[in-house]
């Protein structure tokens, strides 16, 4: 089974640990603005969620750069920039729908979340369980209980 | 990126009388000797702030000193410190904040900010990557802190605002400056110096980035950092009930601030209000910058007259000051807590000077004619009412927008109800309750009457006796913890005495305080399942490793005790005395669950503090050989 970035934004604090360890390791550098994770907060409303990357089927960021440096790799499933063939014309960062694709001014490129090649260490960091790397059927599976049991709450057992 | 390690590289300063700016650059020496955050100000502050000044002066500086570890993975490295010359003590007045504005101000590329001088009209100051620019805020003055923040998020997504609500405006002695919606530089009053200078907020956006030195270095010890503190015995009930966990032993204790100290603790207290009243009205928990822990509820009432109300609440000294110390029900606290951060007001100030207006309301001193309606202890809509009169200065508001020590000489006999050390509202924790290093510390306290600076880090709290006196407070922990407390073995064996199961308040009292101001100073997190675990060893370890800079555990706690002697020596310039560190005649002579404090042993211990400190035992005045050993002889 494929496994990807599981967000359960129920979860999620806030404390951003995700964002410095994902400058840290990709570029060296604490700086969440360079972090291929982020955390979109509304502390009016009171929540906090992790955005990353979807490695959609059909990634709208792959469709629209000029010069193939997008690509998604069909074996492993994982979108990723080619940095060599980058031009930094941010085509990707308009087109992506999530805010994910983002631009790095000093290196003039794009990047975005490459999984950490099989290792996300922003699921490693999360402490909260609000992002976790793992197959996604043996997550909806743990949702399908959470949801059942809520449903059958109170209720006498029928067998 | 910067060049420098570690820290952002430069301190903003800049003059609101002349919109003069200028960047400074960080010096390795400075960085060392003062580290960051408290030490910072410390230093800037008593570098350039003219002796004897008003404070609500623009001669006054407020300076924004952000932690050294801040911006990076560390946990709980979020903490910025905020001082001034203070409205309310006439002391050094400083307030340390968490959540993302240090990290954000790093990012813009600085590590403090200086602010001198008064704007002739109302501004605010916006900062992104290196750039300053000063603002009119004509449309923001008046309005309340949420109101100010939604017009500035709107306009700047992602960025980070301090800033003031009316109480700063009107110069109420205690107000305090706003992290956000939900949390404050609270204590000291230093909204309102902002307030003196025309200055509405500080609007902070940054991409910059902070390179660490050693990234892998880093990573090491953040590592360590985090078993550590998960493995302390407070890490999982302070993840569950955040700081309320305090109030039940300090409760059953009767060491809870009530009715303005005059009873130990409010019978539904110990209880019925602290974790029971969490789960009830709590869900979801709110970290600042890489913290591990997350303290912080996200409350909701769902009944009654204050349904609907959302926000992070229930943290202990707020809720204690108001529903304890002023007898409120735990809803009406979350109103008055929205209320507080709206009109920008430290809320154990306003809890502490209402809750002496109750008393001299009950003692007759002041009468139904001047404050407009009845006062009494657990009458919410009058203490929500006299809350919204001293934030606007209205009628008796007015007086007691002045602060507990003031407004008390306003009325014959007033000083007996004011629960104040130096100027300053004592909050939650009654001495005569539960006497330990926590409580000699609302004593020592640099800034005045609170327990926020002086906690003993291995604080036992199933203990409530003084097996020897008021010098000693319980240890009560196996040897395993004694071996694990990182604090050098010479001062150690001095401190805690295993054979007969004692910790010597005094010296443990120097060694916390110390701890703390490097906490502080570095801008990490004192909550105790941090302070229990992290010691000067492993925070010399994340400072070389994030600022290149090689430094001891020796050197670290070293400098943090200089910080906290040039603070002593700022407030005994500005007129400290030696009497004034006393508390309330009240803990020495009422008793509370049988107990009182003993005045003259209390002098004792102090003054076996004092000697602890290297200061004159009975003047508390740092002494020649003291300031010889932290370089600070031209001072004294």
Known sequence: MNKMLVIDYHKCVGCKTCEMICSLVHEGVCAPNLSRIRIAKDERAGWNVPISCAMCEKPMCVTVCPVGAMFRNRETGLVTVDEKRCIGCRQCVQACPFGH??????????????????????????????????????????????????????????? | MSKSRGYAGQILEVNLSNRDSKRNELATKFCREYLGGIGFNAKLISDEVPAGIDALSPENILVFGVGTMVGSIFPTASRTEVSAKSPLTGLFGTSNSGMFFGTQLKNAGFDALVIKGRAEKPVYLFIEDGELSVQDASRLWGKDSWETLDILRKQYPAAEVALIGPAGENLVRFACIENGYYDAWARTGLGAVMGSKN???????GTQGITPHSVEGLLKVTGKARQLIESSPFFKPFKSYGSMNAAMPYGSFKALNANNFSQGCLPDWKEDFARPKVEELTHGH?????????????????????????????????????????GMSLEATVKAAEMGQRYGMDMASVAGVMAMAIELFNRGIISQEDVGYDLSFGDDDAILRLMDDIARRQGLGAVLAEGTMRAAQQFAG??????????????????????????????????????????????????????HDFQKERFGYDRKMYESLDMPDELKAQAIDLENDTVDIAIMSRWAEDLINLFNSVGVCIRPPVEHRIGPTILAEAYTAFTGIKISPIELMQSAERAWNLIKLFNLREGELPEDSKFPRRFYEEAVGGK?????????????????????????????????????????
């Open chain 2, 414 to 467: 007033g000083e007996a109800s004011a629960m104040h050390v130096k100027g300053l509202e004592i909050p939650m924790i009654d001495p005569r309750g539960r006497w330990s290093t926590w409580s000699l510390g609302i004593l020592t306290n640099i800034r005045g009457g609170d327990h926020l600076r002086c906690r003993n880090p291995i604080e036992n709290l199933r203990f409530n006796e003084n097996k």
């Open chain 2, 286 to 326: 709110i970290a600042c910058q890489s913290c591990i822990i997350a303290c912080a509820h996200w409350v909701e009432i769902k009944a009654g007259k204050y349904q609907g109300l959302r926000m992070k609440d229930m943290e202990v000294t707020p809720t204690v000051s108001f529903g304890s110390g002023c």
């Open chain 1, 101 to 159: 694709a983002n631009f790095n001014p000093l290196k003039g490129l794009a990047f975005k979340c490459d999984q950490c090649d099989g290792d996300p260490q922003c699921a490693k960091f999360c402490w909260t369980g609000a992002i976790s790397f793992e197959a996604i059927e043996l997550s909806l599976n743990q949702r399908r209980l959470e949801t059942a049991e809520k449903i059958t709450r109170g209720q006498t057992p029928s067998y």
């Open chain 2, 596 to 636: 009182n404090l003993d005045e003259a042993k209390v002098q004792e211990v102090l003054q076996q503090y004092y000697q602890v400190r290297g200061w004159d035992m009975l003047t508390g005045q740092p002494g020649e050989e003291k300031l010889r050993e932290l370089g600070l002889s031209n001072l004294s």
């Open chain 2, 199 to 205: 200055l509405k907020a500080i609007v902070v956006r």
